[in-house]
């Protein structure tokens, strides 16, 4: 039930600020187990992934992907000429997708009897929720417990003041009617090697400044250097330890010239558009009110344990609006994790070092656990294999040859290995291959138990098994 704000006062088991991945998994769990839940969201519940973030996102990407397709298709013996992009009709098909997405999610809010409160929420002293509604009408909730998930916007750096033309976020990036020509990105994490993977593969000219050493922080190096050295396949040049210094708009207002400065020294680049993609801050500011007892650290995030308590009692946060890796699926572990508590059962930490991560470019990459510097910076003597997609019969099938599983284990005494640490892809659909690695690695079985595992034929899979027997030294077609 969606209720207008008004001047009133209602009283549930549990208040929701925010209706985000975390925010509307917490709710649904609850609602499903019988509690009496309370959403607070300011725009659409779905949050960022649906509206903004992963859903459209990833559309954007699969028609970049069904473009590269079309492509490719003379080499299968179907004719194809004269094949373009027509970008607003992909954004026309993404907007659908969002809205029946957005329409099945309120349907099952409704369904659990949860109650959707539209304003902005904050927390006031002795766990009232405040919500203020568009026309400026107050509603006060109560409710023994209140869940802070309000998520997170994107950052910004100064000299790029965003104005959804010339200066991009990810969110006026995926408004776009039209894409430019040419772009930069700054920020090689994720969210930038994604955008400029899209851009790419639909015929923008992409450049990728980063400040960090290597793009991907994070992936394993072997890894990384699949997407690298793809990325200059497709003409997506990546700059790396750059600072930015700013940037220098045309006299006609079409194009801006960045300056950036590197180790070569200072340098400039002519573009129709900068996307700036350097993260996301927790949306913290006007959520807690003074005196409401929760602790914020220096960056905005809200303080947590392990169970995701606040220092306030009675008062949980969890998603974006937490230092803990920025995914919906963490949000939906987080809203389990909450929830039980509430329920009375036995919560289980997340262990953050393992949780799955997908990055949606071409070629995907997909990983669990350490990667081989992690594990050796952790203490770890280690053992490793990787092998390529390029021997592998499915991917010859459908052309998409390029990529790599790497596997990490920890060295046994003899030299053999133990119990995996790390399972890292790059290749075709490998987001859809984790699956079994973060299994593996969540339960830290052996590399002889992975072994056992028996792969379809012929599948991508294979590349993963094929991996894990050459590990344990019994391989069959890789050595």
Known sequence: MVVPTAQSSSSFDAVVIGGGPAGYAAALYGGRQGLSVAVVEKDKVGGTCLHRGCIPAK???????????????????????????????????????????????????????VTTFIGRGSLQPGK?????????????????AVLLAAGSVPRTIPGFDV??????????????????????????????????????????????????????????????????KSFARRGIEVKTG?????????????????????????????????????????????????????????????????????????????????????????????????MDQLLGREPVPIDYAKVPWCVYTHPEVAYAGYSEQAAREAGYEVVTK????????????????????????????????????????????????LGQGYLAVNWEATADEVAQFVQPHPSLSEVFGETMLALTGRGIHVG
């Not at 004269?82 to 907007?95: E, M, N, T």
């Not at 009232?128 to 023994?144: F, K, Q, S, W």
């Not at 350097?278 to 913290?284: I, K, L, Q, T």
């Not at 005494?413 to 659909?429: N, S, T």
């Open 242 to 338: 750059v600072t930015v210094k700013g940037h220098d708009t045309s006299e006609d207002g079409e194009s801006t010239t960045v300056r950036y400065e590197s180790s070569e020294g200072a340098a400039s680049l002519q573009v129709r558009a900068v996307v700036v993609s350097v993260g996301r801050r927790p949306y913290s500011e006007e959520l807690l009110a003074p005196g409401c007892g929760v602790e914020v650290d220096e960056r905005g995030f809200v303080k947590v344990d392990e169970l995701l308590r606040t220092s306030a009692e009675g008062v949980w946060a969890l998603g974006d609006l937490v230092a803990t890796p920025g995914l919906a699926h963490v949000g939906f572990a987080e809203a389990i994790v909450v």
């Open 386 to 433: 990787k092998d390529p997609f390029v021997g592998n019969g499915r991917a010859a099938i459908i052309g998409d040859t390029e990529g790599v599983v790497k596997l990490v284990a920890e060295k046994l005494p003899d030299g053999r290995p133990g119990r995996l640490l790390g399972v890292h892809m790059a290749g075709p659909w490998v987001t859809e291959q």
């Open 163 to 228: 104005d959804g033309r010339l200066v991009l976020t990810s969110d006026e990036l995926l408004e776009l009617e039209k894409l430019p020509a040419s772009a930069v990105v700054i920020g090689g994490g994720v969210v930038g090697c994604e955008f400029a993977s899209m851009m790419a593969d639909m015929g923008v000219k992409v450049t990728v400044l980063e400040a960090l050493p290597s793009v991907l922080p994070g992936v394993d190096a072997d890894v990384t250097a699949v997407v690298v």
């Open 128 to 144: 009232v929720v405040r919500v203020e509604g568009a026309d400026g009408a107050v509603t006060e909730l109560e409710a023994p």
């Open 59 to 113: 559309e954007l990407l699969e028609t970049a992907a069904v473009y590269r397709t079309v492509q490719g298709a003379k080499g299968y013996g179907i004719a194809v000429d004269g094949i373009s992009v027509d970008f607003s009709s992909s954004q026309a098909r993404k907007k659908r997708v969002v809205d029946q997405q957005h329409k099945g999610l309120q349907g099952l809010l409704e369904k659990c009897k």
